[in-house]
């Protein structure tokens, strides 16, 4: 027997073939209830920069259908036009689709993205994330942790750079905090990108031979702060110079060949007649 449709409840199936004397043939077939899939991802809400590349994968997303022979005849998002995501229906993802909004002085943007989909046997199912792309905050991308400066060193001391990694980008503002030990706090300012050293102020190695210099900046929305550390380098004076050494060559003497000696300033070494004669 053949059913050229899908059966429904009380229908009557005609079923036709030879009959046999004495013979009684009995059919039972039952169905049960399909059960709808369902949305069951671990996480509902994904946080991204809003600095994420177009294309990014954000999430994995997916429905699960307890019923082994059914499969999802139809799976697309609520709105096709959404304006920032997309749905891979082959790798079962959430990508970014443009660039994300970003207003300065808002530090997060929240969006809501729906999927929903069919399975074989008509259920529908809908799932729901939230997705959140925040600021993001200036960065310094070069900044050493630390750094080596003379103590004779005045004026401007040392510069460095920041980022804004937003679109935009936004204008980024940096002040002196402070400086590590508080005490000293008062050597140092910064204009721009650059600290300096007041006027006033000097470099000692041995009342001081490191700092902690602390510089924060701003883009309109959040704050970073970092630190950099200052190391205090001995100035050296000609008195605490090691002794030199120069290199002299002797004439000709009674015919001799030349000589070539490496003394200590303070002390000549005279090669004469196979003998060593030391003049003060």
């Known amino acids: ?8 409840d009380e229908d009557v199936v005609l079923w036709s073939g030879t009959r046999y004397i004495d013979r009684v043939y009995v059919m ?20 991204i920069p809003d600095h994420s590349d177009i294309d990014f994968s954000i999430m994995d997303f997916y429905f699960n259908d307890t019923d082994y022979a059914d499969w999802f005849v139809l799976v697309k998002p609520e709105h096709d036009q959404d304006p920032y995501f997309y749905y ?23 969006h809501e ?6 399975d074989s046997c008509y259920n529908r199912v809908t799932g729901t ?19 080596s400066i003379s103590e004779s060193k005045i004026g401007a001391l040392y510069t460095f750079s920041v980022n804004d990694p937003s679109y935009g980008p936004d204008n980024i503002t940096c002040q002196y905090e402070r400086a ?12 721009g990108k650059t600290i300096y050293l007041h006027n006033n102020a000097t470099l000692d190695k041995d009342l001081n031979p490191e700092y902690e210099i602390v510089i924060s900046c701003e883009d309109g929305t959040d704050t970073s702060v970092t630190f950099l550390k200052i190391e205090i380098t001995k100035e050296i004076t000609d008195s605490e110079a090691p002794p030199d050494f120069v290199l002299i060559e ?20 005279i090669m004469m007649m196979n003998s060593l004669v030391i003049t003060p």
């Open 1 to 8: 027997m053949t059913l050229n449709e899908e059966p429904e």
């Open 28 to 47: 039972q077939y039952t169905t049960v209830e399909n059960t709808p899939p369902y949305f069951n991802l671990s996480r509902y809400h994904k946080t």
């Open 88 to 110: 891979d229906t082959f790798a079962k993802t959430v990508h970014v689709k443009d660039q994300l909004p970003h207003i300065n002085g808002t530090q997060n943007y929240y």
């Open 113 to 118: 993205f729906t999927v929903w989909a069919d």
């Open 129 to 147: 994330v939230t997705i959140t792309s925040f600021n993001g905050p200036p960065t310094f991308p070069d900044l050493p942790k630390r750094i």
């Open 180 to 191: 590590i030990p508080n005490s000293e706090s008062h050597k140092f300012y910064i204009v």
């Open 250 to 269: 002797t004439g000709v003497i009674f015919a001799a060949t030349f000589i070539a000696v490496v003394i200590n300033v303070g002390a000549v070494y």
